[in-house]
């Protein structure tokens, strides 16, 4: 029974497929047009079209062009701001990131707050 059933839903997602090939419309707008779900789409496209999916797996995993390095350097600024605060409210403020800044600025605020004394 269960056969018997799948064949003409089978059918009628290859027809289907075949109408969004030809069509102009983004998945969004054919599932809307012809009442079924996106997910729904997806999962047929994939069982119907496995060679699809496959195509883009390669196409991922393909080496990169001879003149390009494989990786590109990358540089993420740090806008990380260690502040310290004293007893005496002498505030220094330094890149999270550097810690020379920080043992200095710790020792020379450390300093400022002995001679206020």
């Known amino acids: 029974m269960g ?3 799948q064949r003409p839903a089978e059918s009628l997602w290859r027809d289907r497929l075949a109408n969004y090939r ?6 969004a707008e054919f599932c809307r047009q012809e009442g079924v779900s996106d997910p729904s789409f997806y ?5 119907l079209e496995p060679g699809r999916a496959r195509s883009k797996q390669i196409r991922k995993s393909s080496p990169p062009d001879a003149g390009q390095p494989p990786f590109l350097p990358v540089r ?6 260690a502040e310290i ?3 005496n409210g002498v505030r220094i403020r330094v890149p999270a990131t550097n ?11 450390n300093e400022v ?3 206020a004394r």
């Open 76 to 81: 993420i600024p740090s806008s990380a701001v």
């Open 43 to 47: 999962q047929w496209r994939k069982r």
């Open 85 to 87: 605060e004293f007893p």
């Open 3 to 5: 056969r018997n059933q």
């Open 113 to 115: 707050c002995r001679e």
């Open 22 to 27: 030809q069509s102009n419309l983004t998945v």
């Open 99 to 109: 810690a020379e800044a920080l043992r200095v600025s710790i020792l020379a605020g």
